[in-house]
């Protein structure tokens, strides 16, 4: 728990609030509030009910009963993020900038600097350039926000939210996407917002970033209140345990031996595309090929260019010991190969749509009868994955972006499902989930496994990374620095690999 001066008397509380969408009820009568100069985590599984609660506080949404105050007096919240008027902001897990503007634009937008009816640029980008040195932030204030990296985009929403002297800042998972020493800069930032009185709400499924930052920990669990205690009162493991509701003890599934003679499905020789280069490595039936290394080593370009979302500028790819070459991931789907992106959001469903369409869309063909679409078999699809990978929602009818992100993942890997694929590549199969839902994730990569598919992990968390891989390999700069495999997958040596400190020669 971080030092700070915490005051008695909440900034903002909610007491006995309940929400309801329809008849569907996802709150229950939940008390929380939020003190100055306070961290006051809030944790629970997927659909516990947070992120309502969260929007409930900041004033996208209504509660359906129960009483929010400021300072102790009660008030009714503008909607739509009007409460920023009274130092309520919440920093979204979808990133809410402009991406064809530049950093300073976004910063200043809706509040621009203005003289003698001109915008003082010279002033913004000086102000921008303050904000960025104070968090250690290397960023241009005019760069465009699309040039920039998730990582990039994350801290920028940051400091937008925090140069806006919010009393209370709401924050919804604001280190999924940031490495070990972006999360180090935003937890220094973070404490000096504290010492500045700010009031913090601290949404996040690393239970162990949970812990170290948090004054106060709330958990919650279908839509219910279970506990709030000082952090330093908690175990990491009786705060997984009281998010689901059971023990957690077997975390990742027991690893079913590699047949080192089964065949090879997938093999790269020396792949060179824009940002990574030499890649070489095979993929055998029924293996979990992990692929670690810091964000921004290339890992997921390596794969996608595989899938031919990106163009391959040399080296060769053999399926099967067929040389393939994929101009579209339709190509690559028929092949048997398919890629789950880590933003799910953006690139993986379509969140205004329902679970159905999302379900059949990327295996289409195979829905299409006399040039129309089969809605029985739609139906049946959709039936099969929400019993296959445990798909919670409210009705079959249920927006993708309605559904919480476990579940969202959930329908992601259903939807792959539907192709019958021979390679399955995830991207940050767990970003944004509980405890309880990744157990699930993992059992279900290592099923997928045991009938024969071929996985490949491509992750940031390393535990997961050693917790369900056969080998691994390590990428920095582009390149593969090494692979390990059995006992030597851990996480030293994945660390001296991924830091530079060791590199092998291989031959595959």
Same mark, same amino acid.
């Given at each position: 728990?971080?030092?700070?001066?915490?005051?008695? =008397?909440?900034?903002?509380?909610?007491?006995?609030?309940?929400?309801?969408?329809?008849?569907?009820?996802?709150?229950?009568?939940?008390?929380?509030?939020? &003190?100055?100069?306070?961290?006051?985590?809030?944790?629970?599984?997927?659909?516990?009910?947070?992120?309502?609660?969260?929007?409930?506080?900041?004033?996208?949404?209504?509660?359906?009963?129960?009483?929010?105050?400021?300072?102790?007096?009660?008030?009714?919240? #503008?909607?739509?993020?009007?409460?920023?008027?009274?130092?309520?902001?919440?920093?979204?897990?979808?990133?809410?900038?402009?991406?064809?503007? =530049?950093?300073?634009?976004?910063?200043?937008?809706?509040?621009?600097? /203005?003289?003698?009816?001109?915008?003082?640029?010279?002033?913004?980008?000086?102000?921008?350039?303050?904000?960025?040195?104070? /968090?250690?932030?290397?960023?241009? #204030?005019?760069?465009?926000?699309?040039?920039?990296?998730?990582?990039?985009?994350?801290? %920028?929403?940051?400091?937008?939210?925090?140069?806006?002297?919010?009393?209370?800042?709401?924050?919804?998972? #604001?280190?999924?996407?940031?490495?070990?020493?972006?999360?180090?800069?935003?937890?220094?930032?973070?404490?000096?917002?504290?010492?500045?009185?700010?009031?913090?709400?601290?949404?996040?499924?690393?239970?162990?970033?949970?812990?170290?930052?948090?004054?106060?920990?709330?958990?919650?669990?279908?839509?219910?209140?279970?506990?709030?205690?000082?952090?330093?009162?908690?175990?990491?493991?009786?705060?997984?345990?009281?998010?689901?509701?059971?023990?957690?003890?077997?975390?990742? #599934?027991?690893?079913?031996?590699?047949?080192?003679?089964?065949? &090879?499905?997938?093999?790269?020789?020396?792949? =060179?595309?824009?940002? %990574? &280069?030499?890649?070489?490595?095979?993929?055998?039936?029924?293996?979990?090929?992990?692929?670690?290394?810091?964000?921004?080593?290339?890992?997921?370009?390596?794969?996608?260019?595989?899938?031919?979302?990106?163009?391959?500028?040399?080296?060769?790819?053999?399926?099967?010991?067929?040389?393939?070459?994929?101009?579209?991931?339709?190509?690559?789907?028929?092949?048997?190969? %398919?890629?789950? =992106?880590?933003?799910?959001?953006?690139?993986?469903?379509?969140?205004?749509?329902?679970?159905?369409?999302?379900?059949?869309?990327?295996?289409?063909?195979?829905? /299409?009868?006399?040039?129309?679409?089969?809605?029985?078999?739609?139906?049946?699809?959709?039936?099969?994955? %929400?019993? &296959?990978?445990?798909?919670?929602?409210?009705?079959?009818?249920?927006?993708?972006?309605?559904?919480?992100?476990?579940?969202?993942?959930?329908?992601?890997?259903?939807?792959?499902?539907?192709?019958?694929?021979?390679?399955?590549?995830?991207?940050?199969?767990?970003?944004?989930?509980?405890?309880?839902?990744?157990?699930?994730?993992?059992?279900?990569?290592?099923?997928?496994?045991?009938?024969?598919?071929?996985?490949?992990?491509?992750?940031?968390?390393?535990?997961?990374?050693?917790?369900?891989?056969?080998? /691994?390999?390590?990428?920095?700069?582009?390149?593969?620095?090494?692979?390990?495999?059995?006992?030597?997958?851990?996480?030293?040596?994945?660390?001296?690999?991924?830091?530079?400190?060791?590199?092998?020669?291989?031959?595959?």
């Amino acid at each position: 728990m971080a030092d700070g001066a915490i005051h008695t =008397t909440p900034v903002l509380s909610a007491e006995r609030v309940s929400k309801s969408f329809g008849a569907i009820p996802v709150l229950f009568s939940i008390s929380f509030d939020l &003190r100055a100069g306070e961290v006051h985590a809030l944790i629970g599984e997927n659909g516990a009910g947070k992120s309502t609660l969260m929007k409930v506080m900041s004033g996208f949404i209504p509660a359906t009963s129960g009483t929010l105050r400021v300072d102790g007096e009660e008030v009714n919240l #503008p909607p739509n993020g009007q409460a920023e008027d009274l130092g309520i902001v919440l920093i979204h897990q979808e990133l809410n900038l402009a991406e064809q503007m =530049t950093v300073e634009e976004n910063i200043f937008l809706g509040r621009e600097i /203005v003289r003698n009816g001109v915008l003082n640029r010279r002033e913004m980008t000086a102000q921008v350039q303050k904000m960025f040195s104070d /968090v250690g932030l290397d960023i241009s #204030p005019k760069a465009r926000i699309s040039s920039l990296s998730i990582a990039q985009k994350q801290m %920028v929403e940051i400091v937008k939210a925090t140069s806006r002297n919010a009393r209370v800042l709401i924050m919804d998972e #604001p280190t999924a996407v940031l490495t070990e020493a972006e999360t180090g800069v935003f937890f220094e930032q973070v404490a000096k917002l504290k010492k500045r009185g700010t009031a913090i709400m601290f949404v996040s499924h690393k239970l162990q970033e949970v812990k170290e930052i948090s004054d106060r920990i709330t958990i919650l669990r279908d839509g219910q209140w279970i506990a709030t205690k000082p952090a330093d009162e908690f175990t990491l493991d009786a705060m997984a345990q009281m998010m689901v509701g059971r023990e957690l003890s077997d975390l990742y #599934p027991p690893i079913h031996e590699a047949d080192v003679d089964a065949p &090879r499905v997938l093999e790269v020789s020396n792949l =060179t595309t824009k940002n %990574v &280069r030499g890649i070489s490595f095979d993929l055998r039936a029924g293996e979990v090929l992990g692929f670690s290394g810091l964000i921004g080593s290339g890992r997921s370009e390596v794969f996608e260019s595989i899938c031919g979302l990106s163009e391959i500028e040399s080296g060769t790819i053999k399926i099967d010991g067929a040389e393939v070459r994929f101009s579209s991931v339709a190509q690559a789907r028929d092949a048997g190969v %398919v890629y789950l =992106t880590k933003d799910r959001k953006s690139k993986g469903l379509l969140m205004e749509q329902g679970m159905q369409k999302n379900m059949t869309l990327l295996a289409l063909p195979k829905f /299409v009868k006399n040039f129309m679409l089969d809605k029985g078999a739609e139906e049946k699809a959709l039936a099969r994955g %929400v019993r &296959r990978f445990d798909i919670r929602a409210r009705d079959p009818n249920v927006k993708a972006g309605d559904l919480s992100g476990g579940n969202q993942q959930k329908l992601l890997l259903a939807k792959v499902m539907e192709c019958n694929p021979r390679v399955v590549i995830i991207d940050e199969p767990t970003r944004g989930i509980d405890v309880g839902t990744k157990q699930q994730i993992y059992h279900f990569i290592a099923a997928l496994a045991a009938e024969g598919m071929s996985v490949v992990v491509i992750s940031s968390e390393m535990p997961e990374i050693i917790g369900i891989c056969h080998r /691994v390999f390590v990428m920095r700069d582009g390149r593969i620095m090494g692979s390990v495999t059995g006992d030597a997958i851990n996480e030293t040596e994945i660390v001296r690999f991924a830091a530079g400190l060791k590199e092998e020669v291989r031959d595959v």
